[in-house]
């Protein structure tokens, strides 16, 4: 487990969830009464062959705790992986928000952060195309705040009236439970098709978006308007986003289906790898604020979570970071038993009448009650407040405390009217007063129509390989349905985002795009509403493009945590090695060195090196880039072992930084690489720095339409 190594004082959250800490080192083993044991490999018998006997409470206790080891799963989210670290504030917005988080400088507030995917068990693989959950607790002063978002800005639906459809939508079909984690069936296209609503999301889902290169090379959004609250009661619509230090990376579809074979755990691991390296992720947290007066400047509503505000038009203004430095002690008591609500907010933040918002207030603490079984799980250590906590809720499964006393109802004043409440100015939270001034009426607002625009923009933003990206995801996905009517009502529903792009699909399915859809396909707005006439007239004060929606324009800057394969056998150069890998992990990359065996290579210098990964076990989608070293025997021996062919051919289609030295060019002159040596980012002899600035870019993605004709 990581401890911190930056020598700061304990967080708070750490010393309290100290207090639950189990030591097993050095340790007697008893059972759960404390009674010493002596044996717990044999049940107690009549006879050594004889039947067991009822009188055995050790095998009974032993048996019955196993027996209910498992609590259900998410129902969505079940997959998910956690870290404890801290968020500091860089500049107080006290303008806008009272939040101690948002006015005190000097705090560090301490955060456990989960990540996920949506639709898979809690086994299935982490690279699915999938949204990616993205869940921040904070512990604050005033009680906790949870930002429940995800690593796309905005959502599938408008109303939380639609969760269970989409849900069951997208999860395995319930006749036969197939297919696990993956969206590329029948039912979800049936839906999403009929629901305009979701096409945002989905094309969001359809982008490099859906399957990250890492977890911390990931943004997330709280999607939904939220309210920022000051001291004066003054309220700023708010939109919060965490922007990765690393930048936004993916990897591509191809990848994504290898790694799942080769190593299903790959983001999970790799945030455990980099925090116990000490190379904590980091995020800034940023805000896009907007004021009361301009709640209706915008063609979008900012109630409606199907929309985002283009960062061109609001600019996000960051506000301090988030630091992931500590690894869960136990997956189980943390990461499973973590309970976030969005209904947790601290006095400075408050909600809007997001309908979906408003139906997720509803949905998380009810969902706890079954998953965690029972109204006292802010009472597990993980779920538990740095503050205290008092009031005259009393009971239920599992209460962990004693309260005392001989009252628990308000007023009262036998127990001297405690516990009594407090003002504002002492710190209470008070709703936001919103005027609301409104028939009762179940409809979707005319605002929340307009469900191409945006879309569209995604679309219209992305740079050439991305829409690639989108459309190769596209065709693979319908490519997956067998109803045919589904997938034509699909390729209408894209023409309408963009002709081209439905063109693509298209010809993939082998279909045409049809010109009508007969049935009404928007079921969610009304019974018999086609999606053409809820368009409203366009106007379009949207922008050509905005920049900001491209991982084109993330940050290329740095590449720590990058990891880095070194091909290697006996006799490899140490000379070329030496200087390589001083230069590469100065600036923070892992070199891993992959041999034809186990165990050690000796380099020319007659020096062993401890492999660390044998070409058998390991695959290339695992690396970020390839570096061969000379030496002639070591270069004849990786000539001689085919996987290393195919591994450096992989890497090149994968479009990554591929650097050799000296005879190492032998060895990419049986790969593909010989007949693109002078690819911007293929090194012969070349200056380790450019090496390095190649991997900082992720890919060459001008190799792409080359790579793409290459067979692996
Ligand atoms: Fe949700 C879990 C994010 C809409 C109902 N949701 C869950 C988690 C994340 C999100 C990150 C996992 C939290 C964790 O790591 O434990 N959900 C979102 C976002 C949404 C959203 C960003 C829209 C903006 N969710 C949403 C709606 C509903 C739910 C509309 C129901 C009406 N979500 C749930 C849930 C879960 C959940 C069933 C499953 C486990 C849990 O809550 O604790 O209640």
């Avoid at 195309?129 to 639906?157: H, Q, S």
């Avoid at 907007?290 to 979008?300: A, G, L, R, T």
């Avoid at 005392?404 to 004043?413: H, M, V």
């Avoid at 450019?690 to 991997?695: E, H, L, S, V, W």
Wanted: glycine content about 6%; overall charge negative; hydrophobic content about 35%.
């Amino acid at each position: 487990m990581a401890k911190d190594k930056s020598n700061s004082p304990k967080l708070k959250k750490i010393e309290d969830l100290e207090a639950s800490y189990k030591e097993m080192d050095n340790k007697a083993m008893t059972t759960n009464q404390g009674l010493k044991v002596n044996d717990t490999n044999n049940s107690l018998k009549s006879g050594t062959r004889g039947a067991t006997l009822l009188e055995d409470f050790l095998l009974r206790e032993k048996i019955t705790n196993f027996d209910h080891e498992r609590i259900p799963e998410r129902i969505v989210h079940a997959r998910g992986s956690g870290a404890h670290g801290y968020f500091e504030l860089y500049e107080s917005i006290e303008e806008y928000s009272k939040a101690g988080i948002f006015t005190d400088v000097n705090r560090k507030t301490p955060v456990f952060a989960r990540f996920s995917t949506v639709a898979g068990s809690k086994g299935s693989t982490d690279l699915a195309r999938d949204v990616r959950g993205f869940a921040v607790k904070f512990y604050t002063e005033e009680g906790t705040w949870d930002l429940v978002g995800n690593n796309m800005p905005i959502f599938f639906i408008q109303d939380a009236m639609k969760f269970p459809d989409l849900i069951h939508a997208v999860k395995p079909e319930p006749n036969k439970e197939i297919p696990q984690a993956a969206s590329a069936h029948d039912t979800f296209y049936d839906f999403v098709s009929r629901t305009t609503e979701t096409l945002h999301n989905q094309i969001w889902v359809m982008s490099d978006r859906a399957i990250p290169r890492s977890l911390r090379m990931m943004e997330g959004f709280g999607i939904h308007t939220f309210r920022l609250i000051n001291d004066k009661g003054e309220s700023h619509f708010v939109k919060f986003h965490w922007k990765p230090k690393l930048g936004v990376h993916s990897v591509t579809w191809d990848e994504a289906v290898k790694i799942s074979g080769a190593d299903s755990d790959f983001h999970r691991r790799d945030l455990w790898d980099a925090i116990e390296a000490g190379a904590y992720p980091e995020w800034e947290l940023g805000v896009q604020i907007v004021p009361e007066e301009d709640e209706f400047k915008y063609d979008f509503d900012l109630l409606d979570p199907t929309k985002l505000i283009p960062e061109e038009l609001v600019p996000v203004k960051i506000i301090g970071k988030m630091t992931l430095n500590r690894n869960p002690e136990n997956f189980f008591a943390e990461t499973e038993q973590v309970a976030f609500l969005p209904g947790h907010i601290v006095p400075g933040i408050d909600f809007t009448n997001d309908p979906l918002l408003q139906g997720r207030l509803f949905s998380y603490r009810d969902t706890q009650l079954s998953r965690l079984g029972g109204p006292n799980f802010h009472q597990i250590p993980i779920n538990r407040p740095v503050v205290d906590t008092h009031n005259n809720q009393r009971d239920g499964k599992m209460q962990m405390d004693i309260p005392k006393g001989q009252t628990a109802y308000f007023p009262n004043s036998i127990g001297g009217g405690c516990p009594h409440l407090s003002k504002m100015a002492e710190g209470a939270f008070h709703s936001y007063e919103e005027r609301i001034d409104a028939n009762k009426i179940r409809t979707r607002s005319e605002s929340f129509n307009d469900h191409f625009s945006q879309p569209a923009l995604f679309y219209r933003s992305l740079s050439a390989w991305e829409q690639q990206h989108v459309a190769d995801a596209y065709t693979f996905e319908l490519g997956k349905c067998n109803h045919q009517d589904i997938q034509e009502r699909m390729l209408w529903v894209v023409a309408q985002i963009d002709t081209d792009l439905a063109k693509q699909v298209a010809k993939g399915l082998g279909l045409e795009i049809p010109s009508t859809i007969e049935q009404p396909i928007n079921q969610a707005i009304g019974a018999d509403a086609k999606v053409e006439d809820q368009q409203p007239p366009k106007k379009k004060n949207y922008l050509d493009a905005a920049p900001s929606l491209s991982q084109a324009h993330t940050k290329f800057e740095s590449i720590a945590t990058r990891q880095i394969a070194v091909l290697v056998s006996d006799g490899f150069s140490m000379t070329n090695f030496k200087a390589v890998k001083a230069h590469l992990e100065s600036k923070g990359a892992v070199i891993q060195l992959i041999a034809p065996h186990g165990g050690q290579v000796t380099c020319d210098e007659n020096m062993k090196h401890k492999v660390d990964a044998a070409i058998m076990t390991t695959e290339s989608v695992l690396y970020d880039a390839i570096y061969i070293p000379g030496g002639k025997k070591s270069i004849t021996d990786l000539k001689s072992t085919s996987k290393f062919i195919s591994f450096i051919n992989e890497a090149f289609k994968h479009c990554k930084a591929i650097a050799v030295d000296d005879e190492g060019e032998d060895l990419i002159d049986k790969t593909y690489v010989a007949d693109y040596k002078d690819d911007a980012a293929v090194f012969i002899n070349a200056d380790v720095t450019a090496f390095a600035k190649a991997i900082a870019n992720h890919r060459n993605w001008d190799r792409m339409e080359i790579a793409d004709s290459l067979a692996v």
